[in-house]
């Protein structure tokens, strides 16, 4: 006799019908492919990893027996108690006075993302996004079935009132607002200080949280910083406990993503609750992962950032020269001050995923279309340039075959 064979689709959580496949995962794929010119993937160049740094760490922990026991033995959710003292100077640099029980090591700040969607939305709720977002951040928050609406941030004129009502009116309320603040995943646009102010006010009035992801906030190349949402909040209300802003951090872009350390910071009670979030996932990051990563951030993180920094901005500079050279008059583009992205308008006519199909076939480059980076109100004449793994060569020559591309699309 034969067993039927399962129907996994209606053994599945309703929630399980918003997880979908990443277009930029999947995109990555073409990296293997040695003649595309890739603008995909947002991620650092390995010719950028303190190799040296990390394998000295690897060979110090493990050739003491004493550290070598603690980092192949289990460890506390909160993570590795040195690594959390490096990241509260770390925050108390960029104006965020804490300590370490305000501060949680997560696998990536996307883990970050899933252990927040987790405790603040329930189905129903409503998450105010940028328009576009972080695509993972959509991703994390999909399984927890919120509904999503848009957190107009320079010059919008939505009420508390506004954002209430349409919360309620789908059966729940507003159980976050999140941002990239700084050179934005996918725009590369900057929060001005004043909106930053704004929204801080916004989240008094509609009594929710601020999920600040500041993945890119060390690689600014122009212009002044602006402090992080976290420290103006904490300016705001006295303290980091009175304080309503999660940082996320991490060092998958200013030393190496592989080794998934990230962490969060904010007000020790809601740090209590993603620590049970955490024993929930996995118990605790890899013990000797954190070790290492201290014991390099100790040693290399300035050197490493400014090395970075001018790297990128050279390959930033480069991608917005090859634009203005090669773009036809109706594509304009941002100018970001930092991180590793350009988003790009084209015009109303000319859907990003298609061109992605045309450009792969035709002329070998890839980029991601713009259209999976919203939450709602889908824009698909956007897409994504990445310019942090190509050389300027290459840059110049893949914005010279999608200019012409264009051109021939009129």
């Not at 760490?57 to 603690?70: E, F, G, T």
């Not at 999660?246 to 030393?255: A, M, P, R, V």
């Amino acid at each position: 006799m034969t067993a039927e064979k399962i129907d996994w689709q209606q053994c599945f959580a309703s929630r399980a019908s918003r997880m979908n496949a990443s277009e930029i995962r999947e995109l990555l794929k073409l990296l293997d492919q040695p003649d595309i010119i890739s603008f995909a993937g947002g991620i650092p160049d390995p010719a950028q990893f303190p190799t040296q740094a990390i394998r000295d760490a690897y060979a110090a922990i493990l050739s003491d027996p004493a550290k070598a026991a603690q980092a192949l033995q289990y460890s506390v959710s909160e993570g590795y108690l040195p690594l959390r003292g490096w990241i509260r100077r770390h925050m108390e640099a960029l104006g965020v006075p804490c300590t370490e029980a305000n501060i949680m090591i997560t696998a990536g700040s996307q883990q970050a993302l899933d252990f927040i969607g987790k405790l603040f939305l329930s189905a129903g709720d409503t998450a105010l996004v940028t328009a576009p977002t972080y695509l993972g951040a959509l991703q994390a928050f999909n399984a927890y079935e919120p509904r999503y609406d848009t957190l107009g941030l320079e010059g919008g004129n939505r009420t508390p009132e506004s954002y209430r009502e349409a919360a309620a009116a789908n059966g729940g309320r507003v159980g976050l607002a999140y941002l990239v603040a700084d050179f934005a995943n996918p725009s590369g646009e900057t929060v001005s200080l004043p909106a930053r102010q704004d929204l801080l006010t916004l989240a008094e009035a509609l009594d929710t949280i601020v999920v600040e992801d500041a993945a890119y906030q060390a690689l600014r190349y122009d212009g002044e910083a602006v402090p992080p949402l976290l420290a103006l909040d904490i300016a705001r209300s006295g303290g980091i406990e009175a304080s309503r802003t999660l940082y996320c951090g991490t060092f998958s872009k200013t030393l190496a993503p592989a080794l998934r350390v990230g962490w969060v910071c904010g007000a020790s009670a809601a740090i209590a609750k993603l620590v049970l979030a955490k024993q929930a996932a996995d118990l605790h990051c890899a013990t000797i992962n954190q070790m290492v990563m201290h014991q390099a951030a100790e040693a290399v993180y300035e050197s490493q950032v400014a090395s970075n920094r001018k790297v990128y901005k050279e390959r930033r500079d480069a991608m917005l020269a090859a634009l203005a050279r090669h773009m036809p008059e109706n594509v304009s583009w941002t100018r970001p001050e930092g991180g590793m992205f350009i988003w790009v308008t084209l015009p109303a006519g000319i859907d990003g995923a298609d061109l992605l199909a045309q450009a792969i076939k035709d002329c070998r480059i890839a980029f991601v279309p713009g259209g999976a980076f919203y939450g709602e109100g889908r824009q698909n004449n956007k897409l994504r340039l990445s310019f942090s793994l190509s050389t300027p060569a290459q840059i110049e020559e893949g914005m010279a075959r999608l200019g012409a591309l264009l051109r021939r699309l009129g």
